[in-house]
């Protein structure tokens, strides 16, 4: 949640030691803020274990902040709490975290952990400032500056601790939340640019009409992640099947406006498929080359991260888009 | 000649030298020739594919064409009231963007914001086969399939031609001040580690012949109790800022004597050693550069670097041949001609400017 102001784990890892598949043991990154060579260091980070085994990991440390404020604003459109992320940017601050819920996923929180949130609102925006005491009141006064021109129906600043970590535990307790009110969930994880929140909200809304299930949104807007969590019961006959297609449908989404198929949970088996949606067989193959590079043999992991074209070709023929098939050069079986 | 012609040109060209085996040298704006390991084959002109492609401020998100200079990049952000936030160093007024990513030079900010590759979010390059690819995207966070963008960051162009990067961009701080102490080296190395591991808005800092420089940059309340806290004596109006400027550039004495200019990133927290020559400690300590008026011997310095927990590089120097960057250890250099030879099989681009073997 930490991650616009603070960084990704790329951003955190300093050295990797790793056990190659060959037994050579390397050092991937180095003390220093540098290493000689190519960054392998950014290719190890996220390689869901296909490059190398990772034995010990050096991490960089960031002094805690001496203090932080929590900004809860309910507004009565989503559109308007998007656009104070950008205006709350657009005012040059960083902030220590940027969160949006819309009504679905407020409700099931509320419900779930009292945090006080709006409940008639249509989405919460909770914004956060951290750092010295001095640079806290400075920056919170901006903040609900800006929310106030946004058009927030209500802004609550936190005025303790208690009451911060109050205004926090409602997102943190989002995913249980969406449990409690349905058998089963699906976290989606695609990131956007975030001025198309707006436009891939709406496209999500009618969605859910027509696949006949629920979504609940919650999303890090400061860094354009979105996590729809689609609401079904496995018990039903289809619904998981509906589910996974809707899923898929909302990934494609997430490219076509410019985004990713995944923010930060990794692609994994799961959404190996939409990778052969998000890169062209060209840039497929450079990922299978890296691989290879690192593990000729593809014994490590195999099968995750990154499909064959082969695969491609098979997911192509289930899903042909808009009528172009994927990869026509290859052979079917 | 518009991007839609440029670029299939360019691949033909590149498809040609794969056949030919002659190599392509990658330029730019040719400020930074003298970096990096010998310069071999055809000289392939890239600064006109230039021009920036999209700038939104508020989506913290900025691309450009691989030849936009550097300076008309800074200069559009500026007015947005944003930054490139690893201050990349320009070595003259024709640096281009494609330049700085190739070759993954950071700042002054480097230890308190991020490097080059921290704020690379996505690439577009023909790499060796000639193809035209596009790796990470325009967003904060992406995690899907490995990361190519980082990867062809300081890559010196040996794995593909950049044609277009998008960065993370960052508001200029509100407020902003240098304070200088009079310090002997070994001091300031403790005192600037202790300093990192406090909640200070530290944003630079340098030792300098037995004086210690302290950038602190943020919010005006925060940049006023740190400098109240550090002590030192403030640098007035805007000396502190063409200071930085004159570091970042290499403008200073320091760096125009050396007839060796070693650049040696170690652990931060590495003890002032004496090498038996002129530093400049950048970077909280883990920069260290040594003037070098006569010939020092490679060895020591590479040595030495590596017990420091880092690498030693020949930034600047007459002669090449001993070798610019740390040797790669077998196992990771023959990971490294095999990623080469994913990229670029005929071994066409950039051929030798990292390392003799690719």
């Known amino acids: 949640m930490h991650c616009l102001k603070y960084g990704l784990t790329v951003h955190n890892v300093r050295k990797v030691r790793t056990v190659l598949i060959d037994g050579r043991v390397v050092e991937v990154g180095a003390d220093a803020l540098d290493a000689a060579g190519y960054d392998l260091l950014a290719l190890m980070i996220g390689s869901e274990g296909l490059l190398g085994v990772a034995t010990e990991i050096t991490v960089k440390l960031t002094p805690k902040p001496l203090t932080a404020q929590c900004a809860m604003a309910a507004f009565d459109d989503l559109g308007k709490a998007g656009a104070a992320v950008g205006g709350i940017i657009a005012a040059g601050i960083i902030p220590g975290g940027m969160e949006i819920m819309d009504k679905a996923a407020t409700r099931a929180v509320e419900d779930f952990v009292h945090a006080g949130y709006n409940v008639d609102a249509e989405a919460i925006l909770l914004v956060e400032s951290d750092g010295t005491p001095e640079e806290v009141a400075e920056e919170m006064a901006r903040i609900k500056a800006v929310l106030d021109f946004a058009g927030a129906v209500e802004v609550r600043i936190s005025v303790n601790e208690a009451e911060r970590l109050l205004f926090w535990a409602g997102r943190k307790a989002a995913f249980p939340a969406v449990g409690r009110i349905s058998p089963d969930y699906y976290c989606i994880d695609g990131t956007i640019p975030r001025r198309a929140l707006p436009e891939v909200l709406r496209s999500i809304q009618a969605m859910t009409a027509q696949f006949g299930l629920r979504c609940a949104n919650v999303f890090h807007a400061g860094d354009g992640n979105l996590h729809p969590l689609i609401l079904f019961d496995a018990n039903v006959p289809g619904e998981l099947e509906r589910t996974e297609a809707f899923a898929a449908r909302i990934l494609e989404l997430c490219i076509a406006v410019g985004g990713t198929i995944t923010g930060e949970h990794g692609v994994g088996i799961e959404k190996i498929n939409q990778m052969c949606l998000q890169f062209s067989a060209a840039e497929l193959t450079r990922f299978l080359g890296i691989k290879a590079a690192f593990d000729p043999l593809s014994l490590l992991n195999p099968g995750k991260g990154v499909p064959t074209l082969r695969r491609c070709a098979e997911f192509g023929r289930m899903h042909v888009h808009s009528g172009h098939e994927k990869f026509p050069e290859l052979p079917r079986f | ?358």
Not at chain 2, 22 to 39: M, N
Not at chain 2, 262 to 267: A, C, D, E, F, H
């Open chain 2, 1 to 358: 000649m518009s991007a839609d012609t440029l670029i299939p040109e360019w691949q033909e060209r590149v498809r040609a030298a794969q056949v030919t085996g002659v190599p392509l040298r990658i330029r730019g704006g040719g400020t930074k020739d003298f970096y990096g390991e010998r310069l071999e084959g055809e000289v392939f002109d890239v600064s006109a594919h230039a021009g920036i492609v999209d700038y939104d401020p508020t989506e913290l998100v900025i691309t450009a064409r691989g030849g936009t200079r550097l300076a008309e990049i800074e200069a559009t952000m500026t007015e947005a009231g944003q930054m490139l936030a690893f201050e990349p160093p320009q070595f003259g007024d024709a640096a281009t963007l494609g330049g700085c990513v190739a070759t993954g030079l950071s700042g002054p900010r480097r230890p308190y914001a991020g490097a080059v590759r921290d704020f690379v979010l996505g690439v577009r390059v023909i790499d060796g086969k000639g193809d035209n690819l596009r790796f990470g995207g325009k967003v904060m966070k992406n995690v899907a399939g490995f990361d190519v963008s980082r990867l062809m960051t300081g890559a010196l162009g040996t794995l593909g031609v950049l044609l277009e990067v998008s960065l993370k961009c960052l508001p200029l701080p509100k407020a902003e001040t240098t304070i200088v102490f009079e310090m002997p080296a070994p001091e300031a190395v403790r005192k600037i580690n202790e300093w990192a591991g406090q909640p200070l808005p530290l944003s630079a800092s340098a030792w300098h012949e037995e004086r210690l420089y302290v950038r602190l940059s943020g919010a005006e309340a925060a940049v006023g109790a740190a400098r109240d806290k550090l002590g030192g004596e403030e640098m007035a109006g805007a000396d502190g800022g063409n200071w930085w400027r004159s570091l970042r550039e290499q403008r200073m004495a320091f760096y125009a004597t050396a007839s060796q200019l070693w650049r040696l990133s170690v652990k931060p927290t590495a003890p002032f050693t004496d090498l038996g020559t002129f530093q400049m400690i950048e970077w909280g300590g883990a920069l260290r550069w040594l003037n070098v008026a006569s010939v020092l011997e490679t060895a020591t310095v590479r040595e030495w670097a590596q017990d420091s927990g880092g690498h030693a590089t020949l930034f600047r120097s007459a002669s090449r041949h001993a070798g610019v960057f740390q040797p790669l250890q077998p196992a990771l250099l023959d990971i490294h001609r095999r990623l080469k030879a994913t990229f670029d099989p005929a071994g066409i681009l950039n051929r030798g400017r990292m390392y003799p073997e690719f």
